[in-house]
Nanobody, 125 residues
């Protein structure tokens, strides 16, 4: 049974930082691309960043590029998202997800079969 558990969300002022963490179990973590997605109230879920199984390739959404950094530790089965220079528009529920396929990198949420429960990030102005 695959489990993804996010932690680290919270309330922060604009310009501040947060680190989200996702702990995975029940899958061969080092074989799967991992992603962070988010969903703001009244909006569709959107891609934030993905990282390949080895960590050698990352793809960031344009609106977070230069502010967010993703990193994975295949020995610990974790993937972290460091968010700097946060803006009110970053407010959303952030989800960790695992691509069901092996050996692919995609920003399309439809190929991500496994999802965490989400963690709320709120950025005040």
């Amino acid at each position: 049974q695959v489990q993804l558990v996010e932690s680290g969300g919270g309330l922060v002022q604009a310009g501040g930082s947060l680190r989200l963490s996702c702990a995975a179990s029940g899958l061969t973590f080092s074989s799967h691309t991992m992603g962070w997605f988010r969903q703001a109230p009244g909006k569709e879920r959107e891609f934030v960043v993905v990282i390949s199984w080895s960590g050698g390739r990352t793809v960031y959404a344009d609106n977070v590029k230069g502010r967010f950094t993703i990193a994975r530790d295949n020995a610990k089965n974790t993937v972290d998202l460091l968010m700097n220079s946060l803006k009110p528009e970053d407010t959303a529920i952030y989800y960790c997800a695992a691509d069901r396929r092996v050996g692919y990198v995609s920003t399309n949420s439809k190929v991500y079969e496994y999802w965490g429960q989400g963690t709320q990030v709120t950025v005040s102005s």
